[in-house]
C-alpha cells in the first residue's frame, strides 16, 4: 500500500471547467460593428476573431476604414470640450461607475478574455480584470483631484490609443482611465486578434450613461492603426512591438502630437547566490511563463550567479516539468495557447535559431494545435538571438555570471530597458545592482508586481512615458503652449571671411569638450557676431558626447552637491556679468545670473516618491538623469536661453552636449570661462557652435545620446523626431518662441524632462 505522501505525488488534477456559457450568448450577438458616437454601428467588411485554444471561430468583427477612423475622431472631438469644461467631480462619477460596472461583471470579461486570448482563467480572474477595475478606481480618484494637483494644465484633447492582444482587457483599462480622467476623449484600437473585451467594454459605457464620442471603439488590423495616427488627434498612446513603435515615431514627428510608446522587452532576471532558490525558481514561473510568456516585461533573461547555477537549473527544470499545459478555461491549467498560428511560429522560429547557435533546449511535452510547452534554453552565450531577441511566449534563456559586476554588465546587454528582477537574501547587493540596471521597473525578490499606483514603462528602446500613478496622469496633460512666434528656419552659416570686428587683437573662440577648449575637427569657422566662430560637425559632436560620457560620475553626485556647484556657477556668473552683458544685454545677462540661481535650489529637491500600492512593499518611483543629453537652444535670448535649458538638465545630474545661437553664440561662449572656474568636472557641459540642422540630426541620429530638446524651427523639430527613431530617445521639440524671461524660461516642464523614473518595487514587512 503506498503511503500518503507517494499517493501525493502520483496524484494529478482534475478537470475543473469554468463555464463559457454566459460568454457565448453575448457573443451570438455579433456580428459587430465599431462604437461611434455612443452606439454601435452597422457591421461592414468583417473578419472572424478565433479561439486559439481550439481554432474556431467565436464572432465577426468590422475591419476598420480610414473613414471610420474620421467618423470616431469626429466624435471624439465634437464632445471633448465638454467633457474637459465637467467638474471633476462629475467625471469622476462616470470613472467610478466604469469600475463598478466591470467589478459586477467580472466573471463575464475574465471567460470571454480567456476566449479571445488563450491565457488562463486562473489569470484572466485573478490578475487582468481586478487589475483593470483597480484602474478605473484609481483613476476616479485622479479626476477628483486633477484640478488641484495639476494647477495650469490641461488635457491635449482627443487621444488615439492602439493596444496589445496580450493583455486587452487591462490595457484598455491603462490607456482609458488616466485620458478619460484627465478631460480627454479617446479613440481606441483593440488589437486585430483580441478586440472582443473592448467591445463588451463600450456596452458598459452606454450602461454608464457616459457622454456620447467620450470613448469611441475601432476595430480593425494594422492598416486601421495607421489611419489612426495619421488622423487629427492630438495624443498618440501605443503599447506593443518596438518595430511598429519606431514606425509611429517616424509618422508623428513634426505633426505636434503628444507621443507615448510602451515597447518590448528583454527583461533580466538576475539570480544571485545568496538568494532564496526555491522562491526565485517560482519567480521565474510568474517571470517568463505568466501569460504564456507573452508579456512585454516578462524576465526571459536569466542570469544565475555561477556557484547556485547547478542547483538552480536542476529545481528549474524538475518546476518546469510539473507545470500544466491546457485547456485555457480548466482552473487547474498553468499555460494556455499562444494567441494566434503566427506568433506561434515565430517562437518556434526563434528557438529553433537559438539551438542551432548552441543552445541546449530542454521542453518537456509536445506541440498541439496553438499550444507550447514552456521551455528553457541553457549553454548560450550573450550574442545568441535568445538573449538578444524578444520571443513573446513561454520560453527562457539562461546563462551564469560571476560576480554583480558581470551580472549588471550582462543585465545591460540589451537595446531594451523595461524591467529587470533581482533576487538575493542581501537587501544591499539587490539595491545596487537595481541602481545600475538600465530598466523602468525593477523587482527584488519579486516579478510582474502592478499597480494603478506604479508608475510603468521604459527606458532605451523599450519607449518612453509613463502609464499609472501621478506620472501617468501627466501623460495626458499639458503645459500652456509658448506664447511666441513660430521659429524661422536658418540658413546655413557659411565657413568664409565675414565682416570685421573692429581694431585690435581678435578673440579666439572654440569648441568646450571634455572641460577643454577645441578647435573644430574640420578646421573651418564662420563669422557671427563680428567674430569668427568654430564651425563644428559630426566628429565634434562625436567627441562631446564621449566626454560626456566620461563624466558619468556627476550623475552620481547627490543633489546638495550638485547644488552647491551650481550656487558656485551662479556667483561667477554675477562676477562677470557685465561681460556678459556685453554681449547680450543688461537685462539678459540679469535674468541669466538670477535663472541659475533658480535651477540651482531645484537640484535637491525635484524628488522621487513612495507610491502606496501592495501590501508588504515599498514602491519607489525614482527620478533618475537621462545620462547624456542634447540640447539644441534657442535662437531668441542666446544668453539666457542657453542658460535655462542647460542648467536644469545638469542640475538633475545630465550631462550634456549644447548647440547654442547660431546668430548669436559668443555669450554662450563666453561662459566657457565662467564653467572652468565653477567647479563643473570636464565633460559635464560640452558646447559645440555651427549649423544647427546638421548638429541637431547628428544628435537625434547617435545611439549614445538619451534625450534630445530641441527648441528651433518646424523642419529642424520635424527632423530630430524622425532620426531619433532609432534608438527611440524622448526629443522635446518646440516650434514656438518662449518668453525667456520670464515664468515660460523656468517652467516645471524642464525638470519633468530632463528625468526618467525607474520604479523599485522592495519587499517591507511580512
Known sequence: MPTVTEALLAMDYGPAPESPAIALDWLKRGPFGHFINGKFTRPGAVFDTVNPATGAALAQVTQGTGADIAAAVKAARKAQPGWAKLPGHERARYLYALARLLQKRERLFAVLEVLDNGKPIREARDIDVPLAVRHFYHHAG????????????????????????????????????????????????????????????????????????????????????????????????FTGSTEVGRMIRQVTAGTGKALTLELGG??????????????????????????????????????????????????????????????????????????????????????????????????????????????????????????????????????????????????????????????????????????????????????????????????????????????????YLRDPAPGGKARATLPAPVALPGEGGGAGIDRTHKLYIGGAQKRPDGGYSYSAQGSQIPLGGRKDIRNAVEAAHKAAGWGKATGHNRAQVLYFLAENMAARQADLAALSSKAEAEGAVARAFYWAAWADKYDGKVHATQSAHLTLALKEPFGVMGLICPEEAPLLGFISTLLPAIAMGNRVVAVPSQGAPRAALEMVQVLDTSDIPGGVVNIVTGPRHDLARTMAQHDDVAALWVFADAETCAMTGRESAGNLKPVWAENSARNWAGTEGQARDFLRRAVQVKTVWVPYGA
Open 142 to 237: 485622479w479626476a477628483e483631484l486633477v484640478a488641484d494637483e495639476f494647477p495650469g494644465m490641461a488635457p491635449h484633447g482627443v487621444c488615439g490609443q492602439i493596444i496589445p492582444w496580450n493583455f486587452p482587457l487591462l490595457m484598455l483599462a491603462w490607456k482609458l482611465a488616466p485620458a478619460l480622467a484627465a478631460g480627454n476623449t479617446v479613440v481606441l484600437k483593440p488589437a486585430e486578434y483580441t478586440p472582443l473585451t473592448a467591445l463588451l467594454f463600450a456596452e458598459l459605457c452606454i450602461e454608464a450613461g457616459l457622454p456620447r464620442g467620450v470613448v469611441n471603439i475601432v476595430t480593425g488590423d494594422g492598416e486601421t492603426g495607421a489611419a489612426l495616427v495619421a488622423a487629427e488627434v492630438d495624443k498618440i498612446a
Open 266 to 475: 528583454k527583461s533580466p532576471f538576475i539570480v544571485l547566490a545568496g538568494a532564496d532558490l526555491d522562491a526565485a525558481v517560482e519567480g521565474v514561473v510568474d517571470a517568463i511563463w505568466f501569460n504564456q510568456g507573452e508579456v512585454c516585461c516578462a524576465g526571459s533573461r536569466i542570469l544565475v550567479q555561477e556557484s547556485v547555477a547547478s542547483v538552480f537549473t536542476d529545481r528549474l527544470k524538475a518546476r518546469m516539468a510539473r507545470l500544466r499545459l491546457g485547456d485555457p478555461l480548466d482552473k487547474s491549467t498553468d499555460i494556455g495557447a499562444v494567441v494566434h498560428p503566427v506568433q506561434l511560429e515565430r517562437i518556434q522560429s526563434i528557438v529553433a535559431q537559438a539551438v542551432e547557435q548552441g543552445a541546449e533546449l530542454h521542453q518537456p511535452g509536445s506541440f498541439d494545435g496553438c499550444f507550447c510547452p514552456p521551455a528553457l534554453l541553457t549553454g548560450l552565450g550573450a550574442a545568441n538571438v535568445a538573449m538578444q531577441e524578444e520571443i513573446f511566449g513561454p520560453v527562457a534563456a539562461l546563462m551564469t555570471f560571476r560576480t554583480p559586476a558581470e551580472a549588471v554588465e550582462l543585465a545591460n546587454n540589451t537595446r531594451y530597458g523595461l524591467a529587470a528582477s533581482i533576487w538575493s537574501e542581501n537587501i544591499t547587493v539587490a539595491l545596487d545592482i537595481a541602481a545600475q540596471v538600465k530598466a523602468g521597473v525593477v523587482w527584488i525578490n519579486g516579478t510582474n508586481l502592478f499597480d494603478a499606483n506604479a508608475p510603468f514603462g521604459g527606458m532605451r528602446e523599450s519607449g518612453f512615458g509613463r502609464e499609472g500613478a501621478r506620472e501617468g496622469m501627466l501623460a
